[in-house]
């Protein structure tokens, strides 16, 4: 088993930052690769960033390109989201998760085996 958890939301002005972490443990961890998602109040959970472990290669949405930068520690087993520029519809509870295979689109919530339990993230106008 994976245990992943999130840390770092909270309330923020627009314009504001806030960096997430999402920490790794359990099982001897290797992932595949490492995302964030995001879901708003009545809407889809929608794909955020992602990063591949070997490599360290990364996506975004183009939603947030340019604004977040997504990370890692290889080290703490951890994954960072950087949040700059921070907009009101940026506000949704986040939540990282792992890929422990290649099994589908890293942008597609199917690919992934494990989930963190969310932070809430609220960017006030």
């Known amino acids: 088993q994976v245990q992943l958890v999130e840390s770092g939301g909270g309330l923020v002005q627009a314009g504001g930052s806030l960096r997430l972490s999402c920490a790794a443990s359990?099982?001897?961890?290797?992932?595949?690769?490492m995302g964030w998602f995001r879901q708003a109040p009545g809407k889809e959970r929608e794909f955020v960033a992602a990063?591949?472990?070997?490599?360290?290669?990364?996506v975004y949405a183009d939603s947030v390109k340019g604004r977040f930068t997504i990370s890692r520690d290889n080290a703490k087993n951890t994954v960072y989201l950087q949040m700059n520029s921070l907009k009101p519809e940026d506000t949704a509870v986040y939540s990282c998760?792992?890929?422990?295979?290649?099994?589908?689109?890293?942008?597609?919530?199917?690919?992934?085996?494990?989930w963190g339990q969310g932070t809430q993230v609220t960017v006030s106008s």
């Open positions: 998760a792992a890929a422990l295979t290649a099994r589908g689109s890293v942008d597609r919530s199917y690919a992934y085996d494990y």
């Open positions: 359990g099982r001897t961890f290797s992932s595949y690769a």
């Open positions: 990063l591949w472990w070997s490599t360290g290669s990364t």
